[in-house]
């Protein structure tokens, strides 16, 4: 397995500065053709600990699913939530990031009273109090690792089932990423219901004039 394993180290810190309930936030799906955007949100116990928990990015597939229920039952808390293909064109990436995660700490059950969010860019302040920015907090947080894990595995799963309705795309190994057989797909078929088509893959990888394109609200600067 790659890399030091996560700490509860920026937790503890939050701990000690009076924020009780500590939520880690990460998001999967940003870059993607196809299916929606997730942001998954975990809160752990202060005392046990499942081992193996890392980056997903880090992980296998395999190894994601095997941990999955693991971590699952081991928060005190979690939850996962989403912005559809359609919110993403109609809203924009940075609005539909912002709704996925609020609809992600509502879901939670409790009120956190700080998150820590991978990244310089804050898409959770005003739905908790506390927000704290780490670079690559899914490499070193462990609240946040378990966040992506969840976030990961529940949105592969969403685009394996999305697969059998939509066979031509190889969703169930490409989760709608980019790649060689997505895009001669597209190429062939053109986008089916679950693509984004705000995005410029429209452009260069679908010939056929007659699809029509959704044009993306203008984005503000993420920093």
Known sequence: MAGPA???????ELWADGYDVVVGIDE???????????????ILPRDKRVNGVRDSKMLSEKNREALFDRIASWCD?????AASQVECDQMGMAAAQKLAAERAIHALGVR???AVVDGKWDFVTPHVRHVEMRVKADRICLSVAAASILAKVTRDRLMREDAQHYPQWSFDTNKGYPCHLHRAALQAYGPC??????????EHYVPWPGVQRTQQPIQPSLF
């Open 77 to 81: 808390a979690w939850a996962v939530g």
């Open 112 to 114: 956190p009273d700080a």
């Open 193 to 202: 219901a679950i693509h984004r088509r705000s995005w410029v893959f429209m």
């Open 6 to 12: 996560p700490t509860r180290a920026i937790e503890k």
């Open 28 to 42: 999967v799906g940003r870059g993607a053709w196809a299916g929606p955007l997730m942001v998954g949100a975990a």
